[in-house]
């Protein structure tokens, strides 16, 4: 594969020229995907909230408020948006980079992936001095990926859905697509519970994902946080 | 009482006129939405098929089915009892008693084999094989699989003989099971409910005897034409919940304004049922018309859904009140904790740290390793 590419520094006058190694890994499509998605989760888990807890009672004539209407309006908004965006995400799979399939896979079938799973989880622990580095997710980053988020949203767009049918009616396309999840959870309220704590997981995940993104960005010697905004990963150790 | 004659017959006989029949065929299919054709229909079927004979079991259970099928409106439960069916067995309703009841089961059993209905009400008990429901002297799930063996379809009334109900609500000692567990090899029509509404019993064995077959069932086997929307998708508060307006507390005044009783646990928006259409008792009024949250009890395993007064339900497993969101709570603190402590070990970590230093056993390494 050929990432690396040498910065121009002809014309930097600093004490310490450096050359850094810099791979462009998020091809535009998944940084897109990316702040869709997040500004899609954010909107989701704020209007999940209310929906399960709504905000103080309003007063006066039911005509003059449409407050739990606006609510859930941007929920099944943002949700039908978010789900629309990750089949594309998932489709963009067979078109993208190798980078662009990790979200789909874990390659547990290979020495070198647990290797540096365990590697990186001691280096979560503060047992090595120095993570490794890689051109897409580590392994551990892949694994949580894969198994919280991945898995996680398919069972909150297949649940969220099921529900979004339940008001769309029994012969609406949602109920056709969905309606498989209310026979193997026979009690909606199961649905809601299960849906609810998805709600959190997620939302856990989210904040271990910009905690791990924000950490790794100033002591992996990797590029982070700009990666996903210019596609390029920068490799900081200084050699070429 | 001989399952030979046909409704019609019986009704005549009775002195009902024929304009009254076919009135009541017109609003009986008007009820069931068969449009236009429909009542032509109805009157044909009760004109020419012979009534059904229903075998009515009880096992496990409250009898809160009986209670509330006696009280039928429209049509009256009489009329079904007495004219529409052929209700050859029933033991709380039936006047033989002992022998006699079981020779009824027998003879029905061998007389329209494959051609009765038999409705359930209560569900079979299977732990300790059967012993927590003896009827007739043997375990009640005994005397269920025989009956079954030879009917055209099975009816499943109410919660119990749906879902299982109280007495399969955890830890379900006796292993009450539903009767679609047991009887595997028959079509079952699940009319849930604790009780189910009395129009909508009547109204299925009033189908089931007009058309000779079951009404269109949906997933979980309940006729759709009772069950497809739920009790929020009718509800007459619902304009409140739409609006964000709620009952905070039982005696505020947004309870005497009748405002959604959401907040407070109503578990419409997740129970199929026709209360909020059909409503109780000649349609005088239904739970939340009178200020009490729908409890879902026609939903399956309701009972182990609680509290019936709080929106989200107790997730037993994280102990005895907690919820997603006072676990979820509890996650985001350990999380958030988590996250400072790491944070905090890392900062120190770096104390003296050189910018710039190059990393002492920064490895060769292949890039796309684990891509």
Redesign the interface.
Known sequence: ?D?AKIADISELKGQ?V?ARRT?YVYQAPVRIWHWVNAACMTVLFVTG?FI????????GE????????Y?RFAHFAAGQTMAVFFLMRFLWTFAGN??S??LFWV?VW?K??WD?LFNEAKW?A?MV??P????????LA?MMMFFVFTLGTVFMICTGFAMYS??A??DSLWAKAF??V??IF????????YH??G??VL??FA??HV?AAV?EDI?S?QSMISSMISGERQFR???V | MSATETFYDVIRRQGITRRNFTKFCSLTAASMGLGATGASEVAHALETNPRVPVIWMHGLECTCCSESFIRSAHPLVKDVVLSMISLDYDDTLMAAAGHQAEAILQETREKYKGKYILAVEGNPPLNEDGMFCIDGGRPFVERLKEMAADSMAVIAWGACASWGCVQAAKPNPTQATPIDKVITDKPIIKVPGCPPIAEVMTGVITFINTFGRLPTLDRQGRPEMFYSQRIHDKCYRRPHFDAGQFVEEWDDENARKGFCLYKMGCKGPTTYNACSTVRWNDGVSFPIQSGHGCIGCSEDGFWDKGPFYERLSTIHQFGIEANADKIGVAAAAVVGAGIVVHTAVTAAGRLGVKHGGRAPEAPDQDLSQGT
């Open positions: 594969m990432y310490v450096v791979v909230y399960a807890t709504p905000p103080g009672s309003l007063g039911a005509s003059a408020h449409f407050q739990m209407g609510i190798a980078a399939k990790q390659p290979k070198n992936f540096g979560y503060f001095k120095y490794r580095q890689y051109v897409g997710h580590n392994p892949h339940e008001g009616g029994r309606g498989w209310f026979a026979p009690n909606s309220q199961d649905v809601h519970t609810h704590i709600l959190w939302c856990l904040a271990v905690y950490r002591m010697r150790d200084d050699k």
